[in-house]
């Protein structure tokens, strides 16, 4: 059995424990090897381990029960209760890696804005109640691997030492199993009984430890079968989403190109194309002429500066989200409020899709709301981004409209969260989570 530490057990991924040496070399070996004593350290702390965790589930389930009919107050207890389950799912993935070489991959909980769906997710999910029948499971396996784990180690040695045992003994010799054991072939099967049980304890240590994995791998890995192909699912969705939104904004980029920019230039060229001709012959005129076309170059780099400001400015690569979205605040025909808490700054993926979400709803706000102010407020919680953008308009905004069904897909692109409330008469409130592990 290799050493716990070692690079290769680590970042195999599987669940199960790692290989043993084989060879004569390895049956004595592996007696005093450090993998051994790593997996019979690990076997032994999980029985405290899971004494502790057992008595803090029977109390919290206990108490959450006893206390649902008391205006649901049971609700907060045993979600509390999952929650610990899922911190101790967590320290026991950790110990398997550390003392069994055992990684078992955790997926990241979605992200969800509202904190109590957040509060009873663990709760409605299938690996919130694997994790509970892990952390239930815990004493009483590990209460069978200490006992066959204790008789494997502890038999050998005994037999072992039977002899001197026996000698020091008033009658010169031991009982075992109610025989008496003093002549020499008796000791000498003992002892070499004795040898044997103590070389096959670590292979008993090993086969304990490969059931711990895979009770481990079995209940603490991060999906199912069914949960995973559900996630599958999810992710076909959003590259679907995100390639008629990448499409979608193709279009608009184009659109605004020919429709402004492209227009303008056409006409500047024509303009100076007439003032090239009445250079000679009538400076006045051409000058005029220059001059019109000079206003035309000036609002021809502003659309297109607005374009490239709609896309992802430099500011916000320079500068940031803060200074970004001020600079869209500046804009806003709507007077904007702009608060962003950000400790350490995104992703840049992240940040441009944050960009893109606050400057398109705040367009719409500007066409459509009929408001008088709005307000943005960007913080991270954890690796969450959070976007929130709001306006007293006249509200009624429809989630499956075009505009707000592109921002969903550009956020479900990222695994991140969309949501609005926009009841008739205002206000209208838009959620947006986003992933930004760092």
Known sequence: ?????????????????????????????????????????HLFAGL????????????????????????????????????????????????????????????????????????????????????????????PLSLIQVVLLSVAWSLGPALLTLPLYGSS?????????????????????????????????????????????AVGGWLLASASRAELTARIGQLETSR??????????????????????????????????????????????AAA??????????????ELRNLVRGVHPPVLSDRGLDAALSGLAAL????????????????ASIEAIAYFVVAEALTNVAKHARASRADVVVTRSGDLLNLVIRDDGVGGADPAGQGLSGLAARVAGVDGQLRVTSPTGGPTTVEVVLPCGS
């Open 289 to 302: 002429i220059v001059g019109q076309a000079h206003e035309q170059a000036k609002e021809a780099l502003a």
């Open 48 to 139: 405290f381990i899971g004494i502790a965790a057992l008595v803090l589930l029977i109390v919290g389930i206990a108490v959450g029960v006893a206390t649902l009919p008391v205006f649901l107050l049971g609700i907060p207890v045993l979600a509390a209760t999952f929650a610990l389950c899922g911190l101790f799912a967590r320290a026991e993935r950790a110990r398997l890696a550390f003392f069994l070489g055992t990684d078992i991959p955790a997926a990241p909980p979605p992200p969800e804005p509202v904190w109590w769906r957040r509060m009873v997710r663990p709760m409605r999910s299938a690996t919130g109640w694997r994790y509970l029948c892990y952390a239930f499971v815990r004493c």
């Open 1 to 41: 059995m290799p050493e716990a530490g070692s690079a290769a057990a680590r970042s195999s991924g599987d669940t199960a424990a790692p290989a043993r040496r084989s060879g004569l070399v390895a049956v004595p070996r592996a007696v005093v090897s450090g993998g051994t004593w790593l997996a019979v350290i």
């Open 169 to 213: 003994l008033p009658g010169g010799a031991a009982h075992l199993a109610g025989y008496r054991i003093h002549s020499p072939g008796q000791l000498t099967v003992a002892v070499l009984l004795g040898l044997g049980v103590l070389l096959a304890a670590p292979q008993v240590t090993y086969a304990l430890a490969a059931a711990d994995a």
């Open 332 to 347: 806003s025909p709507v007077p904007v409020t702009v608060h962003v808490d950000l400790p350490v700054r995104p992703p």
């Open 240 to 285: 679907a989403q995100v390639m008629d939104a990448a499409e979608a904004e193709r279009m608009r980029i184009e659109r605004d190109l020919h429709d402004g920019a492209q227009q303008r230039l056409v006409s500047l060229a024509m303009e100076l194309g007439r003032a090239k001709a009445k250079f000679s012959s009538d400076p006045d005129a």
